[in-house]
């Protein structure tokens, strides 16, 4: 048709749309299709000042009862339609869509899309044009829609008639985060079975988070701050020789000393042990042993909590004793 230069509109009672202005008009505006009859009207409107004959609007009027309009809903794990879940990732969720036509009318084809518009894969358009089943599952957390879509001979086109269920894929670990929550959130940091624990020494410059062996994180056990410091250099060790039933001196020297460093020195055969720590550097000093009756073997053994302990040892011979014939 001709407008002579006026606007065109296609409105229903509740909306109007303006799409063309000026010179000839032919084609066509998509809408979705109403759930009750909606007469729609094509009109000419003259521009202001403009005078003369316009045409009557031409009308139709299209969509039947709402008993007409086919039905497409979808449930996750069969927490009912529409109903959102939430699972950790790697979970694998059963998507169930169901479709049913309108009074005379005829399913052609149905579907599960997902957010992009995607079929599922193992989902067919067309075999069976039925409900349908699908599995989902992702190893990045996130929202993720699902659509069930249906296809009728009295409504040729995919729609979904605004049902829709969102599976939310989250971390195992509630503290966790990044693409597959191998990483924790700001202020946690991994233990050493990788779970995202309190991070108590983030703040404290030099210190490392360790959790001891066999604690319990439920239990609130989230580990203790350790000096992240070098090991001790141990130049030297000695001891004095003795006669049996005499203590034996023992003298030392080690370079690097720091607070959160612990030396032992232990005897073998076992007959106690001396500990030391906090102690100035470099470090030097002597201990007198209890009294041996046979060769002992002491070692003197530095740790730091973090790198496998280092020592040194010496073995405190017994002087033989001589009678005279």
Request: glycine content about 10%; overall charge negative; aromatic content about 8%.
């Amino acid at each position: 048709m001709s407008n002579g230069g006026y606007p065109v509109s296609l409105f229903s009672i509740s909306s109007s749309t303006n799409f063309s202005t000026g010179g000839s008009l032919q084609g066509h505006l998509t809408i979705p299709a109403p759930a009750s009859p909606t007469t729609y009207a094509l009109h000419c409107v003259a521009p202001s000042g403009v005078t003369g004959p316009v045409q009557a609007p031409l009308q139709v009027t299209i969509g039947g009862s709402a008993s007409n309009v086919p039905t497409a809903n979808i449930e996750a794990d069969g927490a009912g339609y529409g109903v959102s879940v939430s699972v950790p990732i790697g979970t694998v969720v059963d998507l169930d869509a169901y479709f049913t036509p309108g009074s005379d009318d005829t399913i052609q084809k149905t579907s599960i899309i997902d957010n992009d518009l995607v079929l599922l894969p193992g989902v067919s358009e067309l075999v069976p044009p039925t409900d349908k089943s699908a599995t989902y599952s992702t190893t990045t957390p996130g929202s993720y829609t699902f659509y069930p879509s249906v296809w009728t001979t009295n409504y040729p086109q995919w729609s979904n008639y605004g049902s829709s269920v969102t599976v939310e894929f989250t971390c195992s670990d509630p503290n966790a985060a990044g693409p597959n929550c191998s990483e924790c959130e700001q202020g946690y940091a991994q233990d050493g079975e990788g779970i995202c624990q309190p991070d108590a020494c983030l703040d404290i410059p030099g210190l490392q988070e360790e959790v001891p062996e066999g604690s319990d994180p439920d239990a609130g056990e989230t580990g203790i701050c350790m000096p992240d410091v070098p090991l001790p250099t141990l130049n030297s060790f000695n001891a004095t020789r003795v006669r049996s039933g005499q203590a034996s001196t023992l003298s030392w020297t080690v370079d690097g000393m720091a607070t959160g460093i612990i030396c032992t020195i232990s005897p073998t055969p076992a007959s106690g042990q001396i500990a030391w720590d906090d102690v100035s550097d470099p470090w030097s000093g002597m201990a007198q042993t209890a009294p041996i009756t046979q060769a002992t073997e002491y070692t003197l053994t530095c740790s730091n909590g973090q790198d496998p302990d280092i020592s040194k040892g010496v073995i405190v011979n017994i002087i033989p004793s001589f009678q005279e014939i």
